[in-house]
């Protein structure tokens, strides 16, 4: 199982600012995932990131909002531009490739995000 | 449209059995999964369904119906810290992406 990790772990920030958040993997992966879990809710997919392409965004989600980097296969960044109290919530990257099903997603421990 | 369901919340006795079910519609089925979130932690994998049947691992079990677009979680033996958010997840039609129940809240209580 890979390991993930995540910085910074929770920031507060201003509204009209803007936030990078950085995923790291211990191991090279072809895709990786962006989650936003808002209080109290479940998680929804912002976008998948491929190493060499530009990411493909979820309904809801747009780049100029969002936008996502990935230079390598064991690193990315999630931009939250432009935050408002909205865009409070939890950020979650993940990556796919268990050993029971090969398939199961390993999530990194999130980045909690208060804007005031 | 993608849609899953569950329970908001559940409460249980420690050492009971708890059941928590999950039912889905979506574009395509490439397995269901089921995952334990912890209050401020990450979900954690627990099991994975893709045929019909029941799987069971430890304390654990899960349940796939397909026909149904059904699935549930059994934990046996309840502990405290079996007090999580369950997420059903399901992996779509294009095999790539996961869509997440809306989790169950389970509380053990003593």
């Known amino acids: 199982s890979a390991v993930i990790s995540q910085k910074p772990s929770r920031d507060i920030c201003q509204r009209g600012t803007s936030l990078t958040i950085q995923c790291q993997v211990d191991?090279?992966?072809?895709?990786m995932f962006w989650y936003r879990q808002q209080p109290g809710q479940s998680l929804t997919l912002i976008a998948t990131?491929?190493?060499?392409?530009?990411?493909?965004?979820e309904s809801g989600f747009v780049i100029d909002k969002f936008p996502i980097s990935r230079p390598n296969l064991t690193f990315s960044t999630l931009t939250v531009s432009n935050m408002s109290p909205e865009d409070s919530s939890i950020y979650l990257c993940?990556?796919?490739?268990?050993?029971?099903?090969?398939?199961?997603?390993?999530f990194g421990p999130g980045t909690r995000l208060t804007v005031l | 449209g993608q849609n899953i369901d569950q329970p908001t919340e559940m409460t249980a006795t420690e050492g009971a059995i708890v059941q928590i079910n999950c039912t889905y519609q979506?574009?395509?089925?490439?397995?269901l999964f089921w995952y334990q979130q912890h209050a401020g932690e990450a979900p954690t994998f627990l099991s994975y369904?893709?045929?019909?049947g029941l799987e069971e691992k430890g304390r654990f079990s899960s349940f796939l119906s397909r026909s149904k677009g059904y699935s549930y979680l059994l934990l046996k033996e309840l502990q405290m810290k079996d007090s999580a958010s369950y997420l059903c997840?399901?992996?779509?039609?294009?095999?790539?992406?996961?869509?997440f129940g809306p989790g169950t809240r389970l509380s053990v209580l003593p």
């Open positions: 993940s990556v796919e490739g268990g050993r029971v099903s090969g398939n199961e997603q390993f």
């Open positions: 191991s090279q992966v072809t895709m």
């Open positions: 990131a491929n190493q060499g392409s530009e990411a493909t965004y």
């Open positions: 979506t574009s395509g089925f490439n397995g």
């Open positions: 369904n893709v045929l019909d």
């Open positions: 997840a399901v992996r779509d039609g294009y095999g790539q992406n996961f869509v």
